[in-house]
């Protein structure tokens, strides 16, 4: 009990340090009720509405009105719609790994003092800033079967006509992954590129004193040390990689053909905005983010094994 | 896909360009509308209209509403949004318990709505005498009896924003330049008639080797309807509880065929130069012989800068039934059951749909373009075909087609579409998405798809009808 009145003790404060107290109350509220109010009541109603059947009739009593129990999930774990658009966002998570080497490999390339280097970094951010529908229209165009660029391109190399690009269940996907690699391109360059340049020098010139070669530069060097950035590339691409859906939206007809390029998000919103079904786009919802959870937890909990910082 | 468009969730399936901004022109002049009057008070009335529209129907509806506050003194906020993102915004508005005071109701819809009561019954607060001067099977499709919609027994909950059809054009152009008779819009061709006049029409025009000019090219996702129903197939049986395509003749043969004009026949785009530049833009650059055509679409196709060719309407080939068939669609305007100014918004609504001098406007008689057919039924008949005979309204040939499609007769029917009736249209994006296309390309026959796809279809009306029954409680 001692510690409760040494705690009453200490909030006897001088008008000084309690002023600083009040402000800095107010400064965290602010992103706690942010947090409160746009995170966690939306997951809250979220999960309580995936134990439903509402259709978004007759506000809460008409939720309460359809309880439904775990109904929805037991459905969804034979839902082979559902499984298929899993598998499809899982595969495009390849381009994670690809846009990550190629976005060291060229933030490696942009770290050297030659010309127009500004100009190059800047061209490689362009699809970073442009808005999402904008590119995926775009890229349907590229990716067009009789008038796209890469088509045009390949009849122009070799004389024969092109695969058709959005019209096929396995190239729909190589598409899609190499455009969103194309998308997210900028981020891990200009992320890399802040890291390599946050290596200190010396580090290398000890290397260089003790003969080593570039390749063994790179790589007790120059990737140890930017793990942390490695790791903060890989989760939030990770997150983001699971919630993909304006591409498909814009990109595909009806989740292309035969549902090949759907994803999770994009069946959720299907679920909740053609078939209000919002319980059931709700329990797909907490299945997401359950999985984008635990694979969270899994790298931070992983991180201590590969993630170095200079101390 | 659909940027923006007059029918509802069904259509958002459509590929860009069908529906899209029809390109018109149109200018709503100050006298077009200075004769609208409403006479009453509703100062007091505060109210909300929440709808999806083009520019130009918005500025239509907008110079509607000013002649509705200049002359009954209400307070109207209008807003509008695209069609695709209508549902999920009405969505939202249900959820949150916050609906504007008029809103669009499609047919397909107001079941759902007056189950969940979220709209009234209009029968005391407009004169229902007006409908039957409209279309008679579009007021049919308002009413609701608690059971089946549209079979025109109990109450009216829409006053129809339109009822418009979707007829087959044909470029009389191409027609010209191939030597091929123009079709007869008395007589429908067959489907062998159809395939012959097609193979005339399909061409290497350039002759570099390649087709660059086909008889027709047809999005199945909203032409297929066409093949079905003239020939007597259908998806679901007659109380919509059965996905009923697995091993029907019927329905094999309207599939087969729609596919063996692209695989077999080669007349129109294969599937991969469709997915290229689908049939819309295509058919604007000439490329096209028979293509759909919305009444919707007519402003566009009359305007030389989108479509600088000669056409006319025909019917859509016949097959098994002998009658041309294709879909009708509408969307209607309905009053919130939330609603504190029944009167006013019944007022408001009234003006939109039946209104003699709002149906000029809209219909092109007073803007030379039109958006819809009238909703009037005696003035469509009367001064509105009288209008595009001298002139006044610019429209392709054979405007009957039209009429024939939205009245019905021993040739020609225009229809709704199964998925007005069931509760979602999750069965029919079920069949979209499990790889019709493969018919299409020939790796596959109608059969197989059918019994294929039947069970995950027949699991899907399973759902609906589920989520119909918890409603109705």
């Known amino acids: ?311 | 896909m659909a940027l923006t468009g007059n029918w509802s969730e069904v259509f958002n399936t459509q590929p860009l360009g069908i529906n899209g901004p029809s390109g018109a022109q149109i200018e709503v002049k100050e006298e077009a509308t200075e004769n609208i009057k409403v006479d009453a008070d509703y100062s007091n009335a505060d109210l909300k209209v929440f709808i999806f529209a083009q520019d130009h129907e918005k500025a239509v509806y907008q110079s509607l509403i000013d002649r509705f506050t200049e002359s009954t003194g209400a307070k109207v906020t209008f807003e509008v949004t695209t069609s695709d993102e209508y549902n999920q915004k009405m969505l939202a508005n249900k959820a949150a318990g916050d609906m504007p005071d008029i809103f669009y109701v499609g047919p397909e819809a107001v079941a759902s709505y007056v189950d969940d009561g979220f709209v009234q019954p209009l029968d005391n607060l407009v004169d229902t005498s007006v409908v039957n001067d409209l279309w008679g099977s579009v007021g049919n499709a308002y009413r609701y009896d608690g059971k089946v919609a549209g079979t025109g027994e109990g109450s009216l909950y829409c006053l129809p924003k339109d009822f418009s059809t979707f007829a087959f054009a044909y470029n009389k152009d191409i027609f010209d330049a191939a030597g091929v008779a123009y079709p007869d819009p008395a007589n429908p061709y067959t489907w062998e008639e159809f395939v012959e006049v097609c193979k005339a029409l399909t061409k290497d025009t350039d002759g570099d080797g390649e087709i660059d000019q086909w008889g027709t090219a047809n999005a199945f996702q909203w032409a297929f309807d066409a093949f079905l129903y003239t020939n007597g197939g259908h998806f679901l049986n007659d109380d919509y509880t059965k996905v009923v395509i697995d091993g029907q003749q019927e329905f094999i043969d309207a599939f087969q065929f729609f596919a063996d004009l692209t695989c077999k026949y080669k007349v129109t785009p294969t599937v991969e130069q469709d997915t290229a530049l689908g049939g819309y833009q295509r058919w604007l650059d000439g490329q096209i012989g028979f293509y759909a055509c919305g009444t919707w679409d007519v402003g566009a196709f009359m305007d030389k800068n989108t479509f600088p060719y000669n056409w006319g309407l025909c019917g859509w080939p016949t097959g098994k039934t002998g009658v041309s068939m294709t879909r009708n669609g509408s969307v209607g305007f309905a009053i919130s059951s939330d609603t504190k100014y029944p009167e006013a918004a019944a007022a408001l609504i009234t003006l939109f749909s039946t209104d003699l001098e709002g149906q000029r406007v809209l219909s092109g008689e007073t803007t030379g373009a039109s958006l819809q057919i009238p909703n009037i039924m005696s003035y469509a008949k009367g001064d509105f075909k009288a209008k595009i005979a001298d002139g006044t309204i610019p429209y392709g040939d054979n405007v009957d087609v039209i009429f024939n499609y939205i009245e019905g007769t021993d040739k020609y029917q225009g229809i709704f579409v199964e998925t007005n009736y069931t509760y979602n249209a999750d069965w029919w994006s079920t069949f979209l998405g499990g790889g019709y296309e493969y018919v299409l390309t020939g790796e596959k026959t109608a059969a197989e798809y059918c019994a294929e796809i039947q069970p995950a279809m027949q699991e899907a009306l399973d759902a609906a009808n589920e989520l119909k029954a918890a409603a109705q409680q």
Not at chain 1, 32 to 56: D, E, K, Q, R
């Open chain 1, 1 to 311: 009990m001692n510690n409760v009145s040494g705690k009453r003790k200490k909030m006897k404060l001088s008008a000084m340090a309690k002023r600083e107290e009040k402000w800095a109350l107010i400064f965290v509220a602010a992103p706690v009720i942010g947090f409160l109010l746009f995170m966690a009541y939306p997951i809250i109603f979220a999960f309580f509405t995936s134990l439903t059947t509402w259709n978004g009739a007759k506000g809460l009593a008409g939720m309460l009105d359809r309880f439904c129990g775990f109904d929805n999930y037991i459905k969804l774990f034979g839902d082979a719609k559902f499984w298929k658009t899993l598998l499809t966002t899982t595969i495009y998570l390849i381009g994670i790994p690809i846009g990550m080497i190629l976005g060291l490999l060229l933030a490696m390339g942009m770290n050297r003092k030659i010309p127009g280097v500004r100009v190059l970094r800047t061209m490689y951010y362009v699809p970073v800033i442009s808005s999402l529908v904008a590119v995926s229209i775009l890229w349907a165009w590229v990716y067009n079967y009789d008038y796209g660029l890469l088509n045009v391109i390949i009849k122009s190399l070799t004389g024969l006509h092109g695969p058709n690009w959005l019209g096929d269940e396995v190239l729909i996907k190589v598409s899609m992954i190499i455009f969103m690699v194309w998308k997210g391109l900028g981020t891990s360059i200009i992320l890399y590129l802040a890291g390599l340049q946050n290596i200190p020098r010396s580090y290398y010139e000890a290397a260089m004193v003790d003969g080593a070669n570039g390749f063994q530069k790179f790589k007790n060097i120059t990737l140890p040390l930017l793990s942390p950035v490695t790791f903060y590339i890989m989760i939030t691409t990770l997150i983001g990689g699971f919630q993909v859906f304006v591409e498909v939206q814009v990109m595909t007809t009806n989740g292309g053909i035969g549902y090949s390029a759907a994803t999770m998000v994009y069946y959720l919103y299907q679920k909740a905005f053609e078939s209000y079904q919002l319980g059931y786009a709700s329990a797909i919802a907490i299945i997401l983010a359950l999985i984008i959870f635990v694979i969270t937890a899994i790298n931070f909990w992983g991180q201590d094994k590969w993630v170095k910082t200079i101390d």
